[in-house]
């Protein structure tokens, strides 16, 4: 898997994660270059970032939550965006956020 950084895990529920890919892609584009190394139980979405013009990332989704390929702020920025309609709540309250930054590991993320 490419990306602009290493991969950082994600933990959120599926109701973030929904949220998170409407604001963290302007267009979702063929994976093609990374399509070889993938196993057909994989989902991964990539495309070119909200407010750039050349940076690509991609997600893969995992039980808990998604590991990140690309530019740690970008995702950064989207993930502490105030949400429209209130339901999520940014990564400092609601517990998902990434091993790198010192806050918990998925697994210990309760779901469901």
């Given at each position: 898997m490419q990306g602009n950084l290493e991969p950082v895990k994600v933990a959120c529920t599926r109701k973030e994660l929904s949220?998170?890919?409407?604001?963290?892609?302007?267009?979702?584009?063929p994976i093609c270059d990374v399509?070889?190394?993938?196993?057909?139980s994989d989902l991964v979405l990539g495309g070119a970032l909200a407010g750039s013009d050349d940076d690509?990332?991609?997600?893969k989704v995992t039980e808990?939550?998604?590991?990140?390929?690309?530019?740690?702020?970008?995702?950064d920025r989207?993930?502490?965006?105030?949400?429209?309609?209130?339901?999520?709540?940014?990564?400092?309250?609601?517990?998902?956020a990434t091993q790198q930054r010192g806050l918990p590991d998925p697994a210990e993320v309760p779901q469901g």
């Open positions: 949220c998170i890919i409407a604001n963290l892609f302007a267009e979702v584009k399509c070889d190394a993938l196993l057909d690509f990332a991609y997600i808990y939550g998604f590991d990140y390929y690309g530019d740690y702020d970008v995702l989207v993930r502490r965006a105030r949400c429209p309609s209130g339901t999520l709540n940014p990564p400092e309250k609601d517990g998902g």
